[in-house]
């Protein structure tokens, strides 16, 4: 057949590669979870301490993934790692939960928070068409974000070229406005005391819960219940700082991938932690840590009651009055739309590597005449768009974040067992301070992932049946050695 006598072209430089990590991980996470960050731990010293571990970690991990892709530059990124590790059931296991919810959970919810933005230039688009009960309703945002899949899909089947395009555009558009955001929300906020207020005491610690009866409960943190805070918070920044891994996919379509896949993680993870350490401290200069639910102002929300946790909106209503609702929706609906650009364009060549080696679809292991893997692209658009429809995307992205962090940290333990393993394999770049940045790594996420455990036990345990359900389905479409 023709379409396996394609093959994967080299056409993505490092500044394509370095604009899809950047892309990929900035979506609409830094304009929202930053208030139930506040509201965990009810420091500003200590909420940008979160910050800049999460980070620290996402930048260790990405040099440390640096080795993996210097090694292994093919298509399928860490699916590939995972297998060579362990073998093809963890890497099924892997590629399952990136099928099942990971990617395409994650492309759903960012579809969705596009198609929410856009309500707010096009209210129709909140038409609900119907409900079933109290606790489902479909509405035209779900039809804007399902469409909003197909087309992205759509062009990323024509070409790389046309992906990495549309990539580079929404990803230079969405790093100038943030920039932006930044710089007018010091000039404006450091004309006034809001920023030496948040930090008056600022290693002052407090949880605050806002009860069904509208009242608020203050709890002071200190000693072993900060440290679980803190830990059971992370998941919010570690989850808005994610999907950098993504350009390990498409690595038979970079060029130069054994310098430029390493160099690209390193970069754009680099970029991404900065400009999120300093839209947080935009926030802090702007608003007060504090607030109450009921104010009439954002300014009397402050960052911990931002109306439906919209850090970004209030940020941007205090520089520029009501206009900046718009401004701020206007941004969040680029940086969404390219984010899934770069989820959709590297997500399908997981599962073109997973089909070559007999784990999913057949029909996904061909590439089209632009030389790229179309029907793989279509299978995750249309879960994608199942799970739009079924409005559970989020509750799916929680369950999956923890299994997302196992996986992180099994890829990362992979370089222990291969450099004992296969000790002479070409590593045209080496994990940076091997041994002790990947150990460090694993330490601090594992014991994340414990904490995680015992503060959310339903939605790491559900995160971990996803996983287990792969068991008995790779037993099932396993390949006959």
């Known amino acids: 057949m023709q379409d396996e006598k394609q093959t994967f072209k080299r056409e993505l430089g490092l ?3 370095t604009s899809l990590v950047a892309g990929s991980m900035i979506g609409s996470g830094i304009f929202i979870v930053t208030a139930a960050m506040a509201r965990d731990v009810g420091s500003a010293a200590w909420l940008l301490v979160i910050w800049l571990v999460t980070g620290l970690l996402t930048m260790s991990a990405a040099l440390s993934y640096g080795e993996l892709a210097g ?4 298509a399928g990124g860490q699916f590939v790692y995972i297998q060579r590790a362990y073998g093809k059931l963890m890497s099924f296991l892997y590629g399952w939960t990136v099928f099942t919810v990971i990617q395409t959970g994650v492309i759903a919810a960012v579809a969705v928070a596009f198609a ?3 309500a707010v230039f096009f209210p129709v688009l909140e038409n609900k068409l119907f409900t079933i009960g109290d606790s489902y309703a479909f509405s035209n945002k779900q039809i804007l974000a399902m469409a909003s899949i197909v087309l992205l899909t759509y062009i990323n089947t024509k070409g790389v070229q046309s992906g990495k395009t549309i990539q580079l555009i929404f990803t ?10 930044i710089v007018l929300g010091l000039y404006v906020g450091l004309q006034t005391d809001v920023l030496s207020n948040n930090f008056s005491n600022m290693w002052e610690a407090s949880k605050t819960v806002l009860n069904q009866d509208g009242t608020v409960t203050v709890t002071k943190l200190a000693g072993i219940a900060l440290l679980g805070a803190m830990g059971a918070t992370i998941i919010n920044s ?5 999907a950098w891994n993504n350009v390990t996919f ?14 690209s993680l390193f970069l754009g993870t680099l970029i991404v932690t900065i400009i999120y350490i300093l839209a947080n401290i935009a926030y802090l200069a702007l608003l007060p840590m504090n607030g109450t639910p009921i104010g009439e102002s954002v300014v009397n929300n402050g960052i911990m009651f931002a109306a439906q946790d919209r850090v970004g909106a209030a940020a941007a209503n205090v520089i520029m009055g009501n206009i900046g609702v718009f401004v701020m929706a206007g941004l969040i609906m680029v940086s969404t739309f390219g984010c899934n650009s770069g989820l959709i364009l590297s997500g399908g060549r997981l599962f073109y590597a997973m089909s070559k080696d007999g784990l999913f679809f057949k029909e996904a292991s061909h590439l089209n005449r632009n030389n790229v893997p179309a029907k793989a692209l279509w299978f995750q658009c249309i879960w994608a768009c199942v799970l739009c429809i079924s409005g559970k995307y989020g509750d799916l ?12 940290i099994l890829t990362i333990y992979g ?9 002479n394999a070409e590593r045209p770049y080496k994990a940076f301070g091997y041994p002790i940045i990947p150990a460090i790594y694993i330490v601090i996420t594992s014991l994340i992932c414990i904490t995680l455990l015992i503060y959310d036990t339903k939605s790491t345990g559900l995160g971990l049946f996803i996983v287990g359900l792969g068991i008995p389905v790779y037993s099932f479409i396993k390949p006959k050695e």
Do not use: H, V
């Open 116 to 118: 929410n933005y856009s």
């Open 172 to 181: 230079i558009a969405k790093l100038f406005a943030l920039f932006a955001l």
């Open 238 to 242: 570690l989850f808005s700082s994610d």
């Open 397 to 408: 992205l929680t369950y999956s974040t923890f299994a997302s962090l196992l996986f992180y």
């Open 15 to 17: 500044l394509n590669a």
């Open 71 to 74: 090694m292994m530059p093919n």
């Open 250 to 263: 498409i690595a038979g379509e970079i060029k130069d991938p054994k310098k430029n896949i390493p160099r």
């Open 415 to 423: 370089i222990f067992i291969l450099r004992k393993k296969e000790p």
